[in-house]
């Protein structure tokens, strides 16, 4: 049955996740721009230049997830990186799916009655037709689907526990995964614990003495200890630094200002899935059936369990806060522990005893109950994703973007002595790609920016790094702006105060010494089917004089009271 369950739930997650891939994503093999800066990284050290972002440059950490980094390098020197990815990751968010049903079917003791029951249906319902879950854990490429995996297999092995008779196999599945943990993501330094301390709270609740507590929790928290000394000892050694450069990039705001973006953050994720309030309604009425038995003393295995779901959830809804949330749609920081979020709500032991209900597929009234919110859940996550252009659809057009410049620009200095140092806010694809140097402007994959001392804090999430100090010390050949259709289209919105550049960069385009140093260009190529729209430096400028290059100047307008005058042509004078 076991198996039957296992194919049945691959064979639905795959359709699923192809008809995504298909019809609302376009098929993108690529993932996102972010998970190219992995395919960076994994590229370099395949090919034995070590964890750096250009080939020859210094050795930075500008990923955020050790173990996906080693995955990709592996998957790199197998064969095709994207497809082994993706297949990796599909494989493993089955597992773990299939793993959590058949926890949540199974009676307090024993094995489940049927292949899938109504419980596991139900879940695998909303995993399916909830928006994020699949696309942030399969389709993105990042390490978002090793972290759930690794996060739900955790809380299965520790709630298993609760069923049966602690045992040293468990202690050693705990010193696996737990590890697996910390080289994923930093995040893990506040998973762990809690982790560990669930794992202490189940023996106690199992009446161990305290001797028998410290002999099965000392192994797991020997391990953690271990792996933690090795992966922060390896960071200060090889990086200089004892966290990934994406910690200090993105700047760190105020305790305050993180608690705003978080509320922020979790009023977007209830906006765009409307069943997040119920859930919290549900576990907060189960947090008072279980306080009702803490005050007789009197608490049951499937409370204990059900308490322990509580608390992990309660975690995953309150780390948006501390760290501020990020950028992206479909809540990526929420959408790991999602299934376990889905565990408390329908896990039968519980509610079977309090609401006195039998969930079970073969009862006429809980099937039309099923049939109806399966409807009702189709219906309410079209209206946000599945026949409408996802949120996070711009994503993927940023690292397609990105990949397509690389060779854009690999073809328009093709016949250069070299290739000119490009700098961007674009760090991902344009990088895996282009071959010459790139500056991440933004600081994730530079550690002068990441810990410049007069770092801005404030600006869009994860985009306030940029320092323009550091620019004009670096002085990048050109500032990337953008390839066009055509020479008509070259456009300078340079005091635009919702242009996403202008603020990113600070309005630098406008200080004289920028305007010194730098010339808003076209530069012609490929008998005129190539023009690329950038700031060139003079220094730059006059090489590509040297070679005999088309370069058009365009003048920049001052005037910017008039809108006419703003959305008109801007001449261009051969320079």
């Known amino acids: 049955m076991k198996q039957i369950r296992f194919g049945l739930i691959f064979f639905i997650l795959a359709v699923v996740s192809f008809l995504r891939w298909w ?4 098929q993108p093999i690529h993932g996102i721009d972010d998970a190219n800066i992995y395919f960076v990284y994994a590229k370099n050290l395949a090919e034995g230049h070590g964890f750096v972002y250009n080939v020859g440059g210094e050795h930075v950490e500008g990923f955020t997830s050790m173990l996906w980094t080693l995955l990709l390098t592996l998957f790199y020197l197998l064969g095709p990186m994207e497809w082994l990815s993706l297949v990796f990751n599909f494989t493993l968010v089955s597992y773990s799916i299939y793993r959590l049903t058949l926890f949540a079917d199974s009676p307090e003791e024993g094995e489940p009655s049927s292949f899938i029951g109504f419980p596991g249906a139900l879940i695998l319902l909303f995993i399916c037709f909830i928006p994020g879950y699949l696309d942030w854990t399969i389709l993105t490429h990042m390490e978002t689907g090793l972290w759930s995996a690794l996060l739900i297999l955790t809380t299965l092995q520790l709630l298993q526990q609760f069923r049966q008779a602690a045992d040293k196999q468990n202690s050693r599945r705990l010193m696996i995964l737990l590890p697996l943990l910390l080289f994923t993501r930093p995040e893990s330094l506040l998973w762990i614990p809690l982790f560990l301390l669930i794992q202490v709270g189940q023996l106690y609740f199992r009446q161990f003495s305290f001797r028998s507590i410290i002999r099965y ?3 797991p ?14 960071r200060l050694f090889y990086f200089g630094y004892p966290f990934p450069n994406t910690f200090y990039a993105k700047v760190t705001d105020s305790v305050g200002r993180n608690i705003v973006s978080g509320a922020y953050y979790m009023l977007r994720h209830v906006k765009e ?4 309030p119920a859930f919290v309604l549900l576990l907060g009425l189960a947090l008072f059936f279980i306080g009702q038995e803490l005050y007789r003393k009197r608490l049951r295995t499937s409370s204990a369990i059900e308490l322990s779901i509580i608390s992990l959830s309660a975690l995953n809804f309150i780390f948006p806060f501390y760290s501020g949330g990020d950028h992206f749609y479909l809540s990526r920081f929420l959408q790991p522990m999602y299934p376990i979020l889905l565990l408390g709500v329908f896990y039968p032991p519980f509610w079977r005893r309090y609401l006195h209900l039998k969930l079970q597929l073969k009862n006429r009234h809980q099937l039309s109950f099923f049939l109806l919110a399966a409807s009702l859940l189709i219906l309410t996550s079209t209206r946000f994703s599945l026949l409408n252009t996802s949120s996070i659809q711009k994503e993927f057009d940023v690292g397609i973007y990105g990949r397509r410049t690389g060779h854009q620009l690999n073809q328009l200095f093709a016949d250069s002595d070299s290739f ?5 806010y674009t760090a991902g694809g344009l990088a895996y790609v282009y071959k010459g140097k790139v500056i991440d402007l933004m600081g994730l994959n530079n550690t002068a920016i990441a810990h410049a001392p007069d770092k801005k804090k404030g600006g869009y999430k994860n985009h306030s790094a940029f320092n323009k100090r550091l620019f004009y010390e670096f002085s990048p050949d050109i500032l990337h702006i953008d390839f066009l259709d055509s020479l008509q ?5 340079e005091h635009d105060k919702e242009d996403f550049q202008n603020q990113i960069y600070q309005f630098i385009f406008l200080d004289d010494k920028f305007r010194q140093l730098y010339k808003p260009v076209v530069i012609a190529g490929d008998k005129g089917k190539l023009w690329y729209q950038a700031y060139v430096h003079t220094r730059f400028l006059e090489e590509l004089k040297q070679e005999g290059r088309k370069i058009y100047l365009i003048p920049r307008t001052e005037d910017t009271s008039s809108k006419d005058d703003e959305q008109s042509l801007i001449r261009l004078s051969l320079k």
């Open 23 to 26: 019809f609302i994503y376009d």
């Open 217 to 219: 929790t000392w192994p």
């Open 221 to 234: 928290v020997a391990a953690v200890l271990v792996s933690a000394l090795v992966l922060f000892g390896f």
């Open 273 to 276: 899935n409307p069943f997040v």
């Open 420 to 424: 000119p140092v490009v700098g961007t």
């Open 489 to 493: 289209e070259a456009r300078l919105n």
